[in-house]
């Protein structure tokens, strides 16, 4: 038969056979990123492990860049970026320390000083989206953090992510996703990342598999194993 007599149910058959795939990449978080450059960003070693280190393994095994910036290290400088790295290699991603060469906290810097180092960060990488602190966070670095992150949309479009309130000991602090991530298939990862930072956890006497409950709830909430939750300041469709 001459492809132009085909019944017309049949032509609309093959289109319809191309639409899932073509419909779960859209749905997919990881392959909107492929290609591109994803930036998490954290006040100290250990909070992008705790908020998204399995949306992190997951971006990266898609063929996503994901750069993990962290802006400070309060104490025991060379310690806790070699956990740092040893994660972000877990991870798939790339580390790097904003304020580096020894030990800083935000305070240390002035506000505008904070937003130069990120709006350098953006300028450099021209990341397709952020993952960084919320708002609502209790601790003040968190919500610095935050807060300069807002600032340096100005300088070009990017998704701009918000993950849960991290920490190493529970504080109940409101947090609502507006997004959730399935990372069933990276939780382990994510796990091993955050074990990496063995001077917070185990050396402390603190465990952290309150946040395998968290991505358990979450996953829970929308018919997954396992799910991160992030808020969303923005995100732009084309
Ligand atoms: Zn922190």
Known sequence: ????????????LTTERRKPAAAAA????????????????????DDIELGVGGSIAALSAAG???????????????????EAGAAAAILGAELRVLMPG????IEDIKTYQLVGLLDEMVRDLRPAAILTHGPT???RDHVAVFNACLSTQRLQPFDFYS?????????????????????SGTIDRKMAAI?????????????YEMYRDFARINGRMVGV??????????????
């Open 225 to 238: 194993e396992y799910a991160e939750g992030l808020d969303i300041s923005r995100i732009i469709f084309s």
């Open 163 to 183: 993950y849960l309130p991290t920490m190493c000991r529970p504080v109940p602090v409101p947090f609502q996703p507006r997004a959730y991530i399935d990372i």
């Open 26 to 45: 859209a749905r997919s978080f990881p392959l909107r990123y492929a290609g591109r450059t994803v930036i998490a960003l954290g006040a100290h070693p």
């Open 137 to 139: 966070d209790f601790h």
């Open 64 to 82: 996503t860049r994901v750069v993990m910036a962290i802006c400070s290290v309060p104490a025991d400088y060379e310690t806790r970026v070699a």
């Open 1 to 12: 038969m001459h492809v132009s007599d085909a019944p017309v149910g049949s032509r609309e």
């Open 195 to 207: 074990a990496a930072h063995h001077s917070q956890f185990y050396s402390r006497g603190i465990t």
């Open 102 to 105: 020894g030990c800083r906290r």
